[in-house]
């Protein structure tokens, strides 16, 4: 089992671009959130997916937005990039009504 | 809404020294705790969960933590540490009426736990 994988694990953007990234499920596992995790923060819910559908969203703007695919795997995207969205964004799978979330190793975005 | 305090943002110790890193939290609403592990350039791990039933839960790596309810706490302990287990440690609630253990997390700031030699 290869747990969660995301990708890519690093990319460097430049201010006012857009920026996609992937996050592929643990197997068996139907739900993924999104977090956002600041240097020296914890990480910060962005939003959670389930059965295709946005199920709960934390306090972020709506630059930031996602899908989920029928195989369960999920994208984040954010849209003309400030600099404060510099961070390490985590996804997590877990089964819905679960009683654990499974972290990727995350996906370290520089936005300069 | 629910909050997480974590006091310490660092706590130093010496190798085959008890270490306790404390976890406060704040809601309206019953919680499910958690204490999640970051080492470096690395995601969470899950040490440890409580969900119900006996107050003090076995975790992984020889952690455990106890569920105080009338103080809110939810502090981290290990009798005796290893240089492996420098890294970074995150409390984290989630909101029990809302359904699974697995919805909204709301994470504390993390205790850096540093093992000196």
């Known amino acids: 089992d290869a747990g969660v994988t995301q990708s890519p694990t690093h990319l460097i953007k430049t201010r006012g671009q857009q920026v996609t990234l992937r996050c592929s499920p643990k197997s068996g596992h139907d739900t993924v959130s999104w977090y956002q995790q600041a240097l020296g923060q914890g990480p910060q819910f962005i939003f959670q997916?389930?059965?295709?559908?946005?199920?709960q969203r934390g306090n972020f703007p709506d630059r930031f937005s996602g899908h989920q695919f029928p195989n369960y795997s999920s994208e984040l995207n954010v849209n003309a990039l400030l600099l404060g969205d510099s961070a390490l964004y985590l996804c997590?799978?877990?089964?819905?009504?679960?009683?654990?979330?499974?972290f990727g190793q995350g996906t370290r975005l520089t936005v300069v | 809404a629910q909050s997480v305090t974590q006091l310490d943002s660092q706590v130093p110790v010496f190798e085959e020294a008890p270490v306790e890193l404390r976890c406060n939290y704040s809601?309206?609403?019953?919680?499910?705790l958690f204490w999640y592990v970051q080492y470096p350039n690395q995601g969470l791990q899950l040490l440890l969960k409580?969900?119900?039933?006996?107050?003090l839960v076995k975790g992984i790596n020889g952690f455990e933590a106890e569920f105080n309810k009338s103080q809110t706490s939810f502090h981290l302990r290990k009798p005796s540490v290893h240089i492996s287990d420098t890294a970074e440690y995150f409390c984290?609630?989630?909101?029990?009426?809302?359904?699974?253990?697995?919805?909204?997390?709301?994470f504390g700031t993390g205790t850096l736990l540093a093992v000196q030699p």
């Open positions: 409580y969900l119900s039933g006996s107050t």
């Open positions: 984290a609630v989630s909101d029990m009426n809302y359904g699974g253990a697995t919805n909204k997390l709301i």
């Open positions: 997916y389930y059965e295709e559908e946005e199920r």
């Open positions: 997590a799978s877990s089964l819905d009504l679960g009683s654990e979330a499974f």
């Open positions: 809601s309206s609403v019953s919680v499910y």
